[in-house]
C-alpha cells in the first residue's frame, strides 16, 4: 500500500511587511476576493499582483484569518477579525500572535497541520542549540530526518526553503529573535521582553500540551517552563517575570508560591479571540 504523502513543508508566499496591507485590505465583515483587494490596495498607492494576493489569501485561510467560501472569495473569521485589530495598533503584538498560531497549530488543530509540526521542530531545535548555531542545510537535515522516522508510515514531503521561511517570520518578531547572515542564522537572542498575548497563550498552550485540567495548578519547573521558552524565545526568568506581568492583567491567570515552588494557575483555555 502506497504511502500517503503528507506536506511538512511551509508553503507560505507571504512576506511579513506585505501581511498588514494585505490584513487592512479586506473589508470585515464583507466578502471579499483577490481582485477587491488589489483594486484597495492600489487607492492606497501598494502595488502587488493579484495572483500574489490570492496567495496570500488561501495562506491566511491556512492559518485560520480567513474563511474561504469558494474559489474567489474569502471573509474574516473570529481570530482574522481580532487579529486586523491588533496590527492597526500594536504591530510588535501581532507579528508574535501570528508566530504563535504557526506553532502551536500542530498541537491545537486537528493533527493533519504537517507544516506546523514544522515550524514547531524548527524553533525548538533554534532554541535548545541556541549556544551552538546550525546552518539552514543543517537544520533542514535534521528536521526532514526527524519526520522520516516520526511518520514512517508516511511519505514527508519538504521543500528546500522550509527552514528560510521560519527564520522569515522568525525575524519579524520585536524584540528580534534571529540574527541573519545571507540566510544563515549567526546568533539567537533571549529575548528580554514580549507581549502578554504571547505570554498567557504559551500558558493554556502548556495546559494543554501536559494534557491537565484547567484550573489545576500547574508547577513551574525547569522542563515545564523549557516548552514555553521554545515559543516565546525567553530565558527561565524571564519567562517567569512576563507571566507574572500578564496575571495583572488578565484575571484567569494568577501565580501562587508554595512548598514546592511557583505554580500557574490558568482558570480556563485561552485563545486569540480572548486575549488580544
Not at 147 to 163: I, P, Y
Not at 211 to 227: G, M
Request: net charge neutral; hydrophobic share 40%; charged share 20%.
Amino acid at each position: 500500500m502506497p504511502k500517503k504523502i503528507s506536506t511538512f513543508h511551509i508553503q507560505n508566499p507571504v512576506i511579513p511587511k506585505n501581511v498588514l496591507p494585505i490584513l487592512k485590505g479586506i473589508n470585515h465583515p464583507d466578502q471579499v476576493t483577490p481582485i477587491d483587494v488589489f483594486h484597495s490596495l492600489k487607492l492606497q498607492n501598494i502595488e502587488l499582483k493579484e495572483a500574489y494576493i490570492s496567495k496570500c489569501m488561501d495562506w491566511m485561510n491556512k492559518l485560520g484569518l480567513l474563511k474561504k467560501h469558494n474559489s474567489k472569495s474569502y471573509s474574516f473569521t473570529a481570530t482574522g477579525v481580532r487579529l486586523k485589530h491588533v496590527a492597526e495598533f500594536r504591530e510588535e503584538t501581532f507579528f508574535d500572535l501570528i508566530h504563535y498560531l504557526f506553532f502551536s497549530r500542530w498541537v491545537l488543530g486537528k493533527g493533519d497541520d504537517y507544516w506546523s509540526w514544522t515550524y514547531q521542530r524548527i524553533c525548538e531545535l533554534m532554541w535548545k542549540d541556541r549556544s551552538n548555531i546550525r546552518t539552514r542545510s543543517e537544520i533542514f537535515s535534521q528536521i526532514s530526518g526527524e519526520a522520516k522516522q516520526l511518520f514512517a508510515n508516511q511519505s514527508a514531503a519538504f521543500g528546500t526553503e522550509t527552514v528560510g521561511v521560519v527564520l522569515r517570520w522568525l525575524g519579524a518578531l520585536s524584540p528580534e529573535v534571529v540574527i541573519l547572515d545571507k540566510g544563515n542564522p549567526t546568533k539567537i537572542i533571549e529575548r528580554p521582553w514580549f507581549s502578554p498575548e504571547l505570554s498567557v497563550l504559551s500558558v493554556s498552550y502548556l495546559y494543554k500540551v501536559l494534557d491537565l485540567s484547567f484550573d489545576a495548578p500547574l508547577l513551574l519547573t525547569p522542563e515545564t517552563i523549557s516548552v514555553m521558552s521554545a515559543i516565546c524565545f525567553a530565558s527561565e526568568s524571564t519567562m517567569k517575570t512576563m507571566i507574572e506581568t500578564a496575571s495583572t492583567t488578565y484575571p484567569f491567570l494568577s501565580l501562587h508560591v508554595g512548598e514546592w515552588g511557583v505554580s500557574v494557575i490558568l482558570k480556563h483555555e485561552v485563545s486569540i479571540e480572548n486575549v488580544s
